[in-house]
């Protein structure tokens, strides 16, 4: 998990310190310190943000996620395009006169679909 959380800093331009797992947390508390700081001041910048983050569960990182895949709300025609559009609708299977409810169709884009999941747990 160090190793992974290295190279996604790296994609950053982030280099973290190397270290034992047992110490890597606290030898980069301060850059996560300022990576919250960073995504907090741009949360601020959407004022949909501040109504997306009153959601109990729902953090900067989310309500940010969420705003920038949608983009535009006005491309939706109803509010309950938006779940299809992000794979959180159930997929469908009838034939003759079963209609079966199945699992999420998972489209879309998986990491705001992770974000919302996990903060609706």
Not at 44 to 71: C, D, W
Not at 109 to 116: A, G, H, T, W
């Amino acid at each position: 998990m160090v190793n992974a959380a290295r190279g996604m800093a790296k994609n950053f331009g982030v280099k973290l310190p190397k270290c034992s797992a047992d110490s890597f947390h606290r030898k980069v508390a301060e850059t996560i310190r300022h990576f919250d700081r960073m995504i907090a001041k741009m949360s601020k910048e959407y004022s949909a943000s501040r109504i997306l983050t009153g959601i109990q569960g729902v953090g900067p990182m989310t309500a940010l996620a969420f705003i920038l895949t949608i983009n535009s709300p006005k491309r939706f025609r109803k509010t309950r395009d938006v779940a299809p559009y992000l794979g959180l609708a159930p997929k469908q299977d009838q034939s003759g006169e079963t209609d079966k409810a199945l699992g999420i169709s998972k489209a879309g884009d998986i990491m705001v679909r992770r974000f919302l999941v996990n903060c609706a747990q």
